[in-house]
């Protein structure tokens, strides 16, 4: 079959939802199925690395910044990430997709709901959502909801009866070196020390909270042969202030760049410092205790949900990093609740459900016209 997705990046909107659809993209290629995408020209929108992996990309113009964000009968607070009235991104997508003919259009934005589904909804032959927000209309088959605490009723008043809802991490999108490594990580944490920490607070982090932590880390009293492992995007803008505030701490810290071996790195650590994003479902899967930052109004409550599961211990902002970090770590120093954060998490998601998404996106085609 062929899978259309319809995702963005930019500095604005960060690259978790490009990176997710990806990682469902690269699933389906192994199964055979191809895959493209429709993506927006922002600013570091991603789209070289779309291409490297082989997939064929459309690129829509760039937006006019004279666009208002929102048109006539449409309230969205996340207006602004499309760029451009929802009326001229559907009328543009139809455009590209009409003449493929695809299977499946998957559509992972937040600026997106049942209005433009329904204009695009007339040239493929089904739609997914994957939403975090349970908070818009939408007209598709399939929705998927990653998130910890969520429930299937959350959407019965956004999606139709009949759409199969698959809402939980155990369906979360995980590149399958996570499930490779999984048990190899739970074991090296039968006896945890807090010896390597890495600290990844998405690709772009333009506030900067990578710079935060590192100031309060720097007042702790971490030994001098702790390791902190900083990954970071190229197109972060505050990626050479890091590097030198890296090169400073009392204790060896090294920044890496735009990294594809995050299920090492995470294997490796024995506490992350993050954001409340998609990477979460990463720890869990190998039984990483967090610290979460919380860098955006839609990750409170998937932090909360985390520290009630016992898995993160959520900072709620970035300005209280200085404060909350340091007694965070006097507290995660403990072996023993480090093993406890470990087990918690190694239960929230086996990081298979890429392989599940798959299954269910082909079962719903056979019952679907």
């Not at 500095?11 to 990806?22: P, S």
């Not at 030198?244 to 299920?263: C, E």
């Not at 403990?334 to 996106?361: F, H, V, W, Y």
Request: aromatic fraction near 4%; glycine fraction near 6%; include cysteine.
């Amino acid at each position: 079959m062929l899978v259309a997705f319809r995702a963005d990046a930019s500095d604005h909107i960060g690259t978790g939802h490009v990176m997710r659809c990806l990682t469902l993209a690269d699933a389906l290629t192994q199964q055979k199925h191809r895959c493209m995408f429709i993506c927006r020209k922002h600013q570091s929108h991603l789209g070289d690395l779309i291409t490297s992996k082989g997939y064929e990309l459309i690129v829509l113009p760039a937006p006019d910044a004279t666009e208002v964000k929102s048109s006539e009968g449409w309230a969205n607070t996340y207006a602004d990430w499309l760029g451009v009235p929802w009326q001229q991104d559907a009328k543009e997508t139809v455009e590209v997709l009409a003449p493929k003919k695809a299977d499946w259009l998957v559509v992972d934005h937040y600026a997106l709901d049942a209005h433009w589904e329904q204009q695009v909804n007339t040239v493929v032959g089904r739609i997914m959502v994957i939403d975090d927000l349970a908070d818009r209309q939408h007209e598709c088959v399939l929705l998927l909801d990653q998130n910890l605490g969520r429930v299937s009723s959350d959407y019965d008043e956004f999606v139709p009866k009949d759409c199969l809802r698959l809402v939980g991490p155990e369906y979360a999108l995980l590149r399958p070196e996570f499930a490779q490594l999984r048990e190899l990580s739970l074991k090296r944490r039968e006896q945890p020390e807090l010896k390597r920490i890495l600290i990844s607070l998405g690709g772009v982090d333009r506030t900067n909270a990578t710079g935060q932590v590192l100031d309060a880390l720097a007042e702790t009293a971490l030994s001098c042969e702790t390791q902190v492992d900083i990954v970071m995007g190229a197109s972060a803008p505050y990626l050479a202030e890091v590097r030198q505030q890296a090169a400073r701490l009392p204790f060896v810290a090294t920044v890496n760049v735009n990294v594809r071996d995050m299920a090492e790195r995470m294997h490796l650590a024995d506490l992350s410092i993050g954001a409340a994003g998609g990477t979460s479902w990463e720890r869990c899967c190998l039984g990483l205790p967090a610290v979460l930052v919380i860098l955006a109004d839609n990750q409170v409550s998937g932090a909360k949900a985390q520290e009630v599961a016992g898995v993160a211990v959520a900072i709620p902002d970035p300005k209280a990093v200085q404060a909350a970090l340091p007694l965070a770590l006097d507290r995660l120093s403990n072996p023993d609740c480090l093993q406890r954060m470990s087990r918690a998490a190694a239960e929230i998601t086996d990081g298979k459900g890429a392989s599940i998404l798959i299954d269910s996106m082909i079962a719903v085609g056979r019952k679907t016209p």
